[in-house]
T-cell receptor, first 112, second 112 residues
């Protein structure tokens, strides 16, 4: 199994532009999570899905953020418009048992 | 008060010694506890989890849980330079629950 696959690995964009981050979960893992990591705030849960259905999006910072999971093998996190304070590493993680996540390699987002 | 608190470090330990990492949590109803290791520039990887009071050993790693004191720790015996990383404590409200709350992490350095 290739693990959780995220793309792109690095993204540099200008303020105001739309950014789309992608995640391919491990097959059979029915939970998918989006986290954001910064030095100041650590790892923050943004949203998570169960069987493609959003369960808790209380961590999404504002309406500029949206996430979708159209099928079991793909999820996106979109920021529109992006702002410099959105600069962070965004991780996708998946789980099936409840006994610990498998993280993707992350997307380092820089908004200038 | 943060939900999960860790000393940010850095914690410096000589090679071969025991490294002790500590974590406290605020939700007395928490049931599952996890330790992740994160190398610089990499994604977190699960080391071990614990949900019963007492000790749980896995190789050189021992997790200790005291629910009455709302305290969980990780001991690393015979520390190696390759153990140098940031260690993240994570807590879930119920056993097998998927939603984890992470601490800020403790940066550990093992000195040869």
């Amino acid at each position: 199994d290739a693990g959780v696959i995220q793309s792109p690995r690095h993204e540099v964009t200008e303020m105001g532009q739309e950014v789309t981050l992608r995640c391919k979960p491990i097959s059979g893992h029915d939970y998918l999570f989006w986290y954001r990591q910064t030095m100041m705030r650590g790892l923050e849960l943004l949203i998570y899905f169960n069987n493609n259905v959003p369960i808790d999006d209380s961590g999404m910072p504002e309406d500029r953020f949206s996430a979708k999971m159209p099928n079991a093998s793909f999820s996106t996190l979109k920021i529109q418009p992006s702002e410099p304070r959105d600069s962070a590493v965004y991780f996708c993680a998946t789980d099936s048992t409840g006994w610990g996540y498998t993280f993707g390699s992350g997307t380092r987002l820089t908004v200038v | 008060q943060k939900e999960v608190e860790q000393n940010s470090g850095p914690l410096s330990v000589p090679e071969g010694a025991i490294a002790s990492l500590n974590c406290t949590y605020s939700d007395r109803g928490s049931q599952s506890f996890f330790w992740y290791r994160q190398y610089s520039g990499k994604s977190p990887e699960l080391i071990m989890f614990i949900y019963s009071n007492g000790d749980k050993e896995d190789g050189r790693f021992t997790a200790q849980l005291n629910k009455a004191s709302q305290y969980v720790s990780l001991l690393i015996r015979d520390s190696q330079p390759s153990d140098s990383a940031t260690y993240l404590c994570a807590v879930a409200a119920i056993q097998g629950a998927q939603k984890l709350v992470f601490g800020q992490g403790t940066r550990l350095t093992i000195n040869p």
